[in-house]
């Protein structure tokens, strides 16, 4: 194996591994209810993306391929399904021909085999939290665009939340530094998505008062990252404290518990 192809290979693997053990530590975490909606929140994006991409004849797997994709995915070795997807990248497929052709087609069928009980219920959020670590490693190989190197960035509070001052003060607070910074609030979920979307941001700082906060947190996240693999995401806020040990499962890229922090982590952002 060439030295170059050696040295992505595990850098995937260690970001799968990463990824793949916070997924599970995020779900067990969280009650049975918060992680199903979380689970169908991934397949849901994950179906949506793939409906953005443009279709494409290569690297066209047969049923029999997807089904051995969804029990690797599923099974008791969990480097069993990003090992398939990574000798599928060794041959030469893209990350677009991976999604479109392997891992949504995957998510498709995780989504039938819970809807007609043809998988537990621990079967299901295994693999679909194996996809989302798989599709973190492989943006984290060929994350190409920068990030914008403008300071500016958009604060948002977690959706439902209603403490709102302290996001208030430190948007005017990093506006006096000279950022530009748009302020998010009272936005649902799919509303604030749809801003993300729409505005094009990309540094996105997300603040949340305590625990209660936790599930629209992780939820969050995890539709920001599929949505757009390429963003920061800064949290902030009582629920670094309340909720440190589901916070840190999301994998956010930054926590700040004051502005100087929270300023610094951004800088660099913006400077990558």
């Not at 990574?86 to 069928?109: C, F, H, K, M």
């Not at 299901?124 to 190409?144: H, K, Q, W």
């Not at 909720?243 to 952002?269: F, K, S």
């Amino acid at each position: 194996m060439p030295e170059s192809t050696s040295r992505r290979s595990s850098f995937y693997q260690d970001n799968y591994e990463k990824t793949a053990e916070g997924m599970a530590s995020l779900f067990s975490r969280l009650p049975e209810t918060d992680v199903k909606t979380v689970a169908e929140e991934a397949l849901k994006r994950i179906a949506q993306r793939s409906d953005e991409l443009p279709e494409t004849e290569t690297f066209t797997p047969s049923p029999q391929e997807v089904d051995r994709l969804c029990l690797a995915l599923m099974s008791d070795d969990a480097s069993a399904g990003a090992t398939m997807v990574e000798e599928i990248t060794d041959r030469g497929a893209s990350l677009e021909q991976v999604y479109l052709n392997y891992l949504a087609p995957a998510a498709r069928q995780f989504g039938e085999k819970w809807t007609f009980d043809q998988a537990s219920f621990f079967q299901v959020t295994v693999g679909v939290g194996r996809i989302f670590a798989i599709l973190r490693a492989l943006n984290s190989v060929d994350r190409t665009a920068p990030l914008p190197g403008d300071r500016t960035a958009l604060f948002a509070a977690v959706p439902g939340e209603t403490h709102l001052l302290g996001i208030r003060m430190a948007a005017d607070l990093f506006r006096q530094k000279g950022w530009d910074i748009e302020l998010a609030l009272d936005l649902s979920h799919d509303e604030l998505l749809k801003h993300v979307a729409l505005s094009g941001h990309r540094v996105i700082g997300l603040s949340a008062a305590g625990r209660h906060s936790a599930p629209a947190l992780a939820r969050l996240i995890i539709a920001l990252r599929l949505q757009d693999p390429r963003c920061f995401v800064l949290v902030s806020g009582q629920i670094i404290i309340e909720a440190h040990d589901v916070v840190r499962a999301t994998m956010p890229d930054g926590l700040a518990n004051d502005i100087e922090t929270a300023e610094a982590l951004l800088e660099a952002a913006c400077a990558r």
